[in-house]
DNA sequence: GCAAAATACATAGCTATACAATGTATCTAG
DNA sequence: CTAGATACATTGTATAGCTATGTATTTTGC
């Protein structure tokens, strides 16, 4: 097997996944950015880096689909915490609805 | 909604996953690039830029995981057929398995 | 007590891929 | 005979993930 292709493939893979992963993770609570990759490393076993992590979620506060707010700990480092707007979550349906299809396309081709 | 993100987002999920699923299309049978895009338009609704598709098949034919051959038609353009290699069956059967975990991780999340 | 690792944020530069635009050539239908 | 479908291909652009790097604080191991 060609294995520096599948790791560039995974990769890959990740673009528009992870943003979706992340919207959904964040419809159910609020997480702060180190929080996310965490919660998400142990539930899925994706990895993200914190170099993909931040950018991203700039991107999402940009694009109006998230917003933050910054939390001062008892001790330690200010956390700034992420919530889906109004806009996230209705954009978040329609990209549910995307995924859905893809997936069921996906399994016939691959069964 | 945030319709221009929900475009992009939408090309940006297809990096990586056209390439799985166009290697899984090929698991069953050799096909030439414009049938693959039919192929693909009509089992699962997604479109396929051609100045997608050629450059793709090209990289898969780099990396050795498809080969093809020239075939002449009786009347009209001469059709490139591709195909697996063995390399290209033993790299889909990991990237598979990847899938899969992927999957069912989202699965758990967006429930 | 001090060094290493973990926590928590962030950015710059690199790379890979999808897509629009464009081009060539042949065949078919109105 | 012309528009659209068939069939290949390339160039340039934008996007997003990753590595490397940086700052700062706190905890853990020796």
Same mark, same amino acid.
């Given at each position: 097997?060609?294995?520096? &292709?599948?790791?560039?493939?995974?990769?890959?893979?990740?673009?528009?996944?992870?943003? &979706?992963? %992340?919207?959904?993770?964040?419809?159910?609570?609020?997480?702060?950015?180190?929080?996310?990759?965490?919660?998400?490393?142990?539930?899925?076993?994706?990895?993200?880096?914190?170099?993909?992590?931040?950018?991203?979620?700039?991107?999402?506060?940009?694009?109006?689909?998230?917003?933050?707010?910054?939390?001062?700990?008892?001790?330690?480092?200010?956390?700034?915490?992420?919530?889906?707007?109004?806009?996230? %979550?209705?954009?978040?349906?329609?990209?549910?609805?995307?995924?859905?299809?893809?997936?069921?396309?996906?399994?016939?081709? %691959?069964?």
């Amino acid at each position: 097997m060609n294995e520096t &292709f599948v790791t560039n493939w995974k990769s890959q893979v990740k673009k528009g996944t992870l943003t &979706f992963i %992340i919207l959904n993770v964040l419809k159910e609570n609020e997480y702060y950015g180190y929080e996310l990759i965490e919660q998400i490393k142990q539930h899925t076993e994706i990895e993200i880096a914190e170099g993909t992590l931040y950018p991203l979620m700039n991107r999402l506060k940009t694009e109006n689909l998230v917003d933050s707010k910054w939390v001062e700990q008892e001790t330690g480092i200010p956390r700034k915490y992420y919530a889906l707007t109004p806009t996230g %979550i209705k954009t978040l349906v329609h990209m549910n609805e995307y995924w859905k299809n893809l997936e069921s396309a996906i399994q016939k081709i %691959i069964k």
